[in-house]
């Protein structure tokens, strides 16, 4: 079984700022890596996929991937307000998508 | 491109009593997931399908929980008996077929169904 561990949170941070969103797994067999966020109420929507090694931009977002390390991150540059929500990091081998339990991220104005 | 849908919204029960959710999952897209997300968790898998297959279903609970997909398109999961701890928000997703980089699981949820149970 695939273990998907993230720091519960909140984490807070001023709008204008970095925000750092960490996720390590146990699973080695793991091909895809996936960061999706969820605002109160409602359902998942995916920001950033990620497959090999090392950074991929998007826009505000910056995913990063060490396999090695069992470590995906995700940055949010000039966070808003808007940005407020639980961000789920998950990751599949060849099928089966396993979420961790999410990270609470609240960007004061 | 429609979403996926899903019904009902919300449902409360009481305890042991049975309920059913109905999905229907974009065109197109195979793969047809249902999750469980209790309020302050991740969701978890219970049931993933390929056209009308079972994938994975280890961690659905079979005394209670079963699931089908009889035409390869919507999906309908049923709870019965329904016990306090099943409260929670069953999400449906649906993805399109493929593996890796071409897009495979990247999952698109419907709103999902939250059932109270009393």
């Known amino acids: 079984q695939k273990e998907v561990e993230q720091n519960s949170g909140p984490l807070s941070v001023p709008e204008g700022a970095i925000a750092s969103l960490n996720c390590t797994y146990s699973?080695?067999?793991?091909?895809?890596f996936f960061w999706y966020r969820q605002y109160s109420g409602k359902s998942p929507e995916l920001i950033m996929s990620?497959?090999?090694?090392g950074d991929k931009e998007d826009g505000r977002f910056t995913a990063q991937l060490n396999k090695a390390s069992q470590y995906v991150s995700l940055l949010i540059r000039d966070s808003q307000p808007s940005d407020s929500a639980t961000y789920l990091c998950?990751?599949?081998?060849?099928?089966?998508?396993?979420f961790g339990k999410g990270t609470m991220l609240l960007v004061s104005p | 491109e429609a979403g996926v849908a899903q019904s009902p919204r919300y449902k409360i029960i009481e305890k042991r009593q049975s309920v059913a959710f109905w999905c229907n999952p974009i065109?197109?897209?195979?793969?047809l997931y249902w999750y469980q997300q209790i309020l302050g968790q991740g969701p978890k898998l219970l049931i993933q399908?390929?056209?009308?297959?079972?994938?994975?279903d280890s961690q659905l609970p079979k005394d209670r929980f079963s699931a089908e997909r009889l035409k390869g398109v919507d999906s309908t999961l049923k709870i019965q008996p329904a016990k306090l701890e099943d409260s929670a928000v069953y999400l449906c997703?649906?993805?399109?077929?493929?593996?890796?980089?071409?897009?495979?699981?990247?999952?698109?949820f419907g709103a999902g169904s939250r059932l109270t149970v009393l």
């Open positions: 990620i497959y090999s090694n």
């Open positions: 998950a990751l599949s081998g060849y099928s089966t998508l396993t």
């Open positions: 399908f390929q056209n009308n297959g079972v994938v994975d």
């Open positions: 997703a649906s993805s399109r077929p493929g593996t890796g980089a071409s897009g495979a699981n990247v999952l698109t």
């Open positions: 699973d080695r067999v793991s091909q895809s």
């Open positions: 065109s197109g897209h195979a793969t």
